[in-house]
Structure formats: C-alpha cells, structure tokens
C-alpha cells in the first residue's frame, strides 16, 4: 500500500478554522471487493420480526407460550358487545402446538352485535387498495342438537367504530376445527393506525353459544405476493441498500434465555398450526410464522446470501451445554443445514423444504456457530467450537464456518484455527471511548491485521451515544458519518473484511428494546436513519476492486476511498469528513476521465440532526456535479459522506 501521504494546510480567516487540503494520488493496484461485503444483520428485535417484516397483522393470534386465564393472554384482543371472551386451554386443541384457544361465550337471549377485535401489533394500517386476506380456525366444543349456521362480518374499523372494509365468512357449528377464510379490499387509506380488526356476528344467532377461535390471520399484501410474507415497505426500503447477505436470526434471539428457549429452527417450518412460538430473547412472543423456509425464500427474493447462525451450546443465563450434552445441538445444526441445502429426493429435512415449495437447495455458503460466545470463551475453545465445526465441516465441507469468540490479540485461539471470525463493536462509556471517536480512530484498526487467511465478518456495529455519552434513541450525522469514516477501513481491508453489517436493523416505534436502529417504522411509515443512508452508499457504490491510493491517519477527519465498477468503467470515490467544517480533497487520477462532468451523492447535516418520525427527512442524500478531469478538486462540507462517480 501507498503511504505518501501529502497535508497542505489554509487558514481561512472569516471562519477562524483551519481547512485542510488532502492530496490522493492512487494507482491502478489493489485488490477484489468481495461481493459480500455489505448486508444486513437481522434478529427479532424491537418487533422487527413478529409486528415488522413479518406482514401479518394479528397480534398474539394463536395464544402462543402465553397462560390461559391471565390477562397478559389476551393482549390485543378485546371483546365487542355483551361476549365474554378468555383464552383456555382447550379440551380439544387445534393441534399439539397450539394448546390454547379464545373462549367466545354468548348469553342466551342475546340479540345485539358481538364478537371481538385485535388491535395488530400497535395499530394496523387501512391502505386504498390493498386486497387483505384472513383466515382462522374455530369450533364449538358442546354444539347443539340442532346445527347452528350463520355468517361472521369479518372487517377493519377505526377504534371508534367506523367500518372502512368487509367480508362475510359463513359458519356451522361443530365440536371439530373448521377453517375459514376470507378476503376484502380496503377503498381508502387511514392516516391513522389506530383501527382494529374485528369478527363479529348477530347475537341472536349465537345467544347460548361458546366458541373457540385460533390462529386468527390477516395479511396484507406482501413483498413478491408471497404467502405468509413480508411486508412490502420494510422489504422495498432494504432492496434500496442493494444488500449483498442477510446475517440470522440472532444476535441474541438465537441463543434463548436457556437451551430449552433457543431458536429452535424445526419449530418454524411446517403447517403455521403445527408451529409453537416462543418466548424471544428480546421479551416478547416469537409466533415462528417467519420461519426458517420464509427467511430463506425472502433472501433469495431480495437477491441476497444467507449467513445462517446455528445454535453453539451457550444460552443468555451464562450456561453452555456439558461437553456430553453436545450431540444434540450438533444433529439439530446439520439437519437445518440440510433443510436449506439437502437433497429433497434423499434427505428427510430437505423433503421438508421441498413440501413447502423450494424443491431445489437455496444458496448457502457460510455458516455462523453461535453468537457472541466471548460471554463463555472457556467452554467455546475447550469443546462447543471443535465440536460443531468438525462435525458440520465433516457434513459439509463446501461451506464456510464463521467462530464468535475465543481471541488471542487478532487471533482467534481456537482449534480447529478458524479462517472466518465475527467481531462487534458498539462503543458506548463503558468502555471508556466516546463513541464517535472510536469509529473514527478506528478507521485504520484492520490495516494493522496480518495477512494470514482469516477473513473478517463485522457482524455488528453502530454508534451508540452521542459524544457526551448520552444515550441515543435515532442515529445522528455525527455518529452516522464517524461510521462512514470507519467503513472506509472496510474498503481498504476488504481482501480481509469479507462482510460488514450494522446492527440492530429494524425498531418498531411502539416497542423498542435497543436504539439506536438503522431503519425505525410504524405500522404505515418508515424513516431511514442517517446511519441508512451511509449503509446504502457504501453497498450501492461498493464496486468490484479497491484501488490504493494515498492513505490518511486514523484520527484524522477526512477520510477516503477509491473503489472501481470495473465492467462499467466506473470509479468510485468516497470522501468522507468527520469535522464540522470543510475540507478540500484534491485526487489525482491515473487517467483522464472520459466526461468532463461528474455526478457525485453527497449525505451532510448540521451537527446533531437525526431522522425521526416528526422530522424524517431531515438529513437524505442529494446528487450533485463537478468537474471531471485528470485531477478532481472536491470541497467536503463538514460532516460529510460523498461518492463521486467518474467515468475512465
Ligand atoms: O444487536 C443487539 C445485540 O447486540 C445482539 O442481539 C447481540 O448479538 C449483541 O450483543
């Protein structure tokens, strides 16, 4: 690498600061940028899985994990007119996973309107257009002598009761389960969220009845009109990143609070009743509808790879499994590998897969074993580690194995040696850096590494507080762009940094566990953070060859990187400024450009500004032009990312 580095300082008189003036000469030597390098981190969190990309819209649906009886088991639900409803665990459940069931119970004598409603996951959004589709199971455990028909209204209504959309769904009574469906087609959009959707029914035709409903569904149009799908905002706002790999589903919603409460993946894939749900590590119900099979069939949808987790043997109450208890965790891990990978006509996991539509294998090339296994170093390199690898790698010995702990210095002590490693960094106080600074400092913490074939996965990272340390609850420029300044080492130590991701990803404004988070929505908007855009600018502008170029000092304010588009004849220069004031980047180029005009991105805000939900476009991206030749003279504002395009 080139390490001329040439400073030239000007003092601006008007504005007492002193601007410096960055000469980058690069050259035509480098190396690759893998395709991987910039993607997503996903887990449930926040409600980013269950009430986030998971479309559906019913909250607590099926009664999953939940005490019947309780309140608590009624969350979202409440009854409409003179019913009495309770959750009970029913005599004769739907199916082994889902014990529980609504009690629907109606007085004799009863001649008004009842029923009851859902109040989604914090709202539910009423859009001109969508055509929405509902399901649920529901029986009459003592029915009549005499058959009971009728028909339910099955609707969307605002929370005082004005009806914006129905659909009348008929029903018999009968002690068995029965299945319903139905669909309607909403002809306005509600500003409001606050609507409810409600099943009711004349009282007459139920009076004496008691009814149990379950797995209680409606989706709204999803991304690729998949069934059980994702939501198409959330899914068209991460295609704009051009993400390359989708790292899940933990992070710690892996791990389980104990072995027994892990993300179990034989629990998410099948029949939506044969599904139990748990309890997630981030506090709230995980209904498994977004599952093994939905995540693998989004990602190939999205044109990413999977950096599929397998559950190591440790848990978030500080326990690893026994050496002796490890057989399971290591058959449970290959027969999920093989459900994304094996073959259908052979395997009895992959036929699985294949019963539900992707007879082929999805693409699967790395595989992570665990997550953040630093909390239980000892047992990850005595056992956990040697364990899974050597089994999965003896399985699978086309696919590459990701480790989570156990370092020596830059060196992971573990045996067998990893070739991958993930490491995560949210600076916070604790830790005795402010934030900003760290990401900053820590522009050039890869250069140091040896070059002795271990990749790097920087599975997490994100500033965390401001610079006083204050917590922070949506990204800030200054701690989007000291990010920026640190993914500039991600570009320059990319033949080693072979994938790089944000965390956490997604918060649900009504339910948040952990800020800040790139992308914050409600049941109808979505706000891009600051951090988003500096994310979607190094993934779109990513290029295929890193070019060395003249490099700057970690702690200095500007910072850059030359990457090339090379079947485009593109180059892409990325300037970015960590002050609050200007500075100047003069690059030389090794060769004229064939425009003389250049169009360049550029994200900068005044110190502070944050993307919120009353304010969420205060800091986007915007285009501009500059003069293209032989050498480029470029003016970064203060607290700036900029990608210049210019063309050979
Ligand atoms: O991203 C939030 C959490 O941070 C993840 O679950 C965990 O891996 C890390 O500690």
Not at 41 to 55: C, K, R, T, V
Not at 79 to 88: M, N, P
Not at 405 to 423: E, I, K, Q, R
Request: some cysteine; charged content about 10%; glycine content about 8%.
């Amino acid at each position: 690498m080139v390490l001329k580095r040439v400073l030239a300082f000007a003092f601006i008189a008007s504005t007492a600061v002193y601007a410096a003036t960055f000469d980058v000469t690069f050259s035509t030597a480098g190396h690759d940028v893998p395709p991987t390098l910039y993607g997503l981190m996903f887990e449930d969190i926040n409600h980013s899985g269950d009430g986030g990309l998971y479309a559906e819209l019913i909250q607590n649906r099926a009664f999953q994990t939940v005490t019947p009886g309780t309140s608590a088991a009624l969350t979202a639900w409440a009854a409409l007119g003179s019913a009495k409803i309770s959750v009970v665990k029913s005599s004769s459940p739907v199916s082994s996973a889902l014990p529980n069931a609504l009690s629907f119970a109606v007085a004799s004598g009863t001649t008004s309107t009842v029923g009851f409603t859902n109040s989604g996951y914090f709202g539910i959004p009423v859009t001109a257009g969508w055509t929405y589709t509902g399901s649920f199971y529901y029986r009459t455990p003592s029915p009549p002598a005499t058959k009971v028909s009728g028909s339910f209204t099955a609707d969307l209504r605002s929370t005082g009761g004005t009806v914006f959309t129905s659909a009348t769904v008929p029903f018999t009574t009968s002690s068995t389960w029965q299945q319903a469906t139905f669909t309607f087609t909403a002809s306005s959009t509600q500003t409001s969220v606050e609507n409810l959707f409600a099943l009711s029914v004349g009282g007459s035709t139920v009076a004496g009845l008691t009814m149990e409903f379950t797995l209680i569904s409606l989706f709204p149009p999803t991304f690729n009109g998949r069934e059980n799908g994702f939501r198409m905002d959330l899914s068209e706002t991460l295609l704009d990143m051009k993400p390359a790999f989708f790292r899940f589903p933990g992070g710690n919603n892996l791990e389980g609070e104990t072995a027994a409460d892990r993300w179990a993946w034989e629990n998410t894939v099948g029949d939506l009743v044969d599904r139990p749900g748990r309890v997630g590590d981030w506090g709230y119900i995980n209904t498994d509808g977004l599952g093994l099979y939905e995540y693998l069939q989004w990602i190939e949808d999205m044109g990413m790879e999977p950096i599929m987790a397998v559950y190591a043997g440790y848990s978030l109450n500080g326990a690893s499994v026994a050496s002796s208890g490890m057989q399971t965790y290591i058959t449970e891990a290959i027969n999920q590998i093989n459900f994304v990978i094996g073959d259908a006509s052979t395997n009895a996991q992959a036929a699985i897969r294949a019963s539900m539509g992707h007879a082929d294998p999805f693409t699967l090339n790395y595989i992570e074993i665990g997550n953040e296994d630093f909390f239980s170093p000892t047992t990850y390199a005595d056992y956990r580690w040697a364990d899974l690898y050597n089994a999965l790698h003896a399985e699978f010995p086309q696919l590459h194995y990701i480790a989570t702990s156990a370092t020596s210095g830059n060196v992971p002590t573990l045996s067998p040696t990893p070739t991958y490693w993930d490491l995560h960094i949210y600076s916070n106080p604790i830790c005795l850096t402010i934030l900003k600074d760290f990401f900053i400092n820590g522009a050039f913490n890869f250069d140091i590494l040896s070059r002795n074939g271990l990749q790097f996965f920087q599975g997490e990272y994100a500033t965390t507080t401001e610079n006083s340390g204050a917590a922070l609850t949506y990204p800030f420029i200054d701690g989007s762009i000291a990010e920026a300044a640190y993914m500039a080492g991600f570009d320059r130590n990319s033949d080693i940094v072979f994938a790089a991701s944000y965390a956490p990803l997604l918060n649900h404004v009504s339910s948040t566990q952990w800020t800040p988070d790139l992308i914050t929505f409600s049941p109808n908007t979505v706000i891009r953070s600051t951090s988003y855009y500096v994310q979607q600018l190094y993934s779109l502008y990513k290029g295929d060859f890193y070019l060395q170029s003249t490099t700057n000092t970690a702690s200095s304010s500007v910072q850059w990187s030359v990457t090339r588009d090379t079947s485009a004849g593109q180059y892409f220069l990325k300037v970015i400024n960590t002050a609050t004031s200007a500075n100047t980047v003069v690059f030389t180029l090794p060769f004229t450009p064939s425009h003389t005009t250049g169009t360049g991105t550029i994200l900068t805000a005044p110190s502070g500004t944050q993307n919120t939900p009353t304010s969420p476009n205060a800091a986007v991206p915007s285009t501009f032009s500059f003069t293209a030749g032989k050498t480029i003279t470029y003016n970064a504002p203060g607290l700036s990312l900029s990608v210049l395009v210019v063309t050979e």
